[in-house]
């Protein structure tokens, strides 16, 4: 499985990016995919996730109403929309991809979307920096 992220760069602050994430390699057909991001010195903490097939959005209160997650099936590729950024959303942003179920309904669901411990494969990361 390959991730790999793209879009990042230097913004200022009430600026917009869009991150890409162009998976390949993935066999599952029940997935779930995030965004995470890191400051050099903390935890990683995850920013969005969504599921396959009309699964859930999970957002944290720290974006909610600024970024939004997508996912394009054909052509596997995860987005994140982040509009509005802060200075505190500077970080590296990585995509990640985990396995999930398949619920009665047709959607896939995965358990705690926004805990890294969910996802098995991780993309190597592009760099976010929104000044002032």
């Known amino acids: 499985v390959q991730l790999v992220e793209s879009g990042g760069g230097s913004v200022q602050a009430g600026g917009s990016l869009r991150l890409s994430c162009a998976a390949s390699g993935y066999t599952y057909s029940s997935y779930c995919m995030g965004w995470f991001r890191q400051v050099p010195g903390k935890e990683r903490e995850g920013v969005a996730a969504?599921?396959?097939?009309?699964?859930?959005?999970y957002y944290a209160d720290s974006v909610k109403d600024r970024f939004t997650i997508s996912l394009d099936n054909a052509k596997n590729t995860l987005y994140l929309q982040m509009d509005s950024l802060k200075p505190e959303d500077t970080a590296m942003y990585y995509c990640a991809a985990g396995v999930a179920s398949l619920e009665p309904g047709g959607y896939c669901y995965i358990g705690r979307p926004l805990s890294q411990g969910s996802y098995g494969y991780w993309g190597q990361g592009t760099q976010v920096t929104v000044s002032t």
């Open positions: 969504i599921c396959a097939w009309g699964g859930s959005t």
